[in-house]
């Protein structure tokens, strides 16, 4: 498969967790990572090799694998996680570079 | 701190080639053989689309459904990172950035890996 799907809005509120997902490409044998990004700035890493976190960003943030689903989770919601969320993977045959179509997350 | 600034014309016609630059500070060079280098966009409303990945030995990897319109090299005298797109529509219009793979992920080549820093972007409307 050639594309990642993953749910295109998230709510929650402040102090909740939230759990965005991810499937297709070639996951889980191709490695998962999560960029969150805000309008008008450029995307941030947060997670990457399935589970990595980047030294700077908060432990509230993990991932995780299960079957062909990968999961980005955020601890204790604050307002300024409202942003959309991208996994990004590779297709099978290990070149080529995907992405999925995004979540917005919601703070309510 | 590595750091990566896009730039380019802002405004193009349709059929007209887009030339895009990346000006990378804070590497001593982007040829460096753990370096590797990828655009992405992200069109109005849409999500972030990979356009292609140059690596430190000069391979480069494209989006299968842009292949036979995008190049990606590298002036390394001048530690830029460069994007050419042809033949443009109205669909190309976006914000176009560049970014690195993570070191270890180009050393490992374990697969297409993560990135790590990222430009601004530049934004690009495809318009007469």
């Known amino acids: 498969s050639s594309e990642l799907t993953q749910p295109p809005s998230v709510s929650v509120s402040p102090g909740q967790t939230a759990r965005i997902t991810c499937s297709g490409g070639?996951?889980?044998?191709?490695?998962a990572n999560w960029y969150r990004h805000k309008p008008g700035q450029a995307p941030v890493l947060l997670i990457y090799?399935?589970?990595e976190r980047p030294s700077g960003v908060p432990e509230r943030f993990s991932g995780s694998t299960s079957g062909p689903t990968v999961t980005l989770t955020i601890s204790g919601v604050q307002a300024e996680d409202e942003a959309d969320y991208y996994c990004q993977s590779g297709d099978s045959s290990g070149i080529h570079v995907i992405f999925g179509g995004g979540t917005k997350l919601t703070v309510l | 701190q590595l750091q990566l600034q896009e730039s380019g014309p802002g405004l193009v016609k349709p059929s007209e080639t887009l030339s895009l630059s990346c000006s990378v500070s804070g590497v001593a060079s982007i040829s460096r053989s753990t370096y590797a280098w990828g655009w992405i966009r992200q069109p109005p409303g849409k999500g972030l689309e990979w356009i292609g990945t140059i690596y430190y030995s000069g391979s480069t990897y494209y989006n299968p459904s842009l292949k036979s319109r995008v190049t990606i090299s590298t002036d390394t005298s001048n530690n830029q990172i460069s994007l050419t797109v042809n033949s443009l529509t109205a669909a190309d219009t976006a914000v176009y950035y560049c970014?690195?793979?993570?070191?270890?992920?180009?050393?490992?080549?374990?697969?297409?890996?993560?990135?790590?820093?990222w430009g601004q972007g530049t934004p690009v409307t495809v318009s007469s």
């Open positions: 090799k399935h589970t």
């Open positions: 070639a996951l889980p044998q191709q490695f």
């Open positions: 970014a690195r793979v993570r070191e270890d992920d180009v050393v490992q080549v374990a697969d297409t890996g993560a990135f790590d820093y």
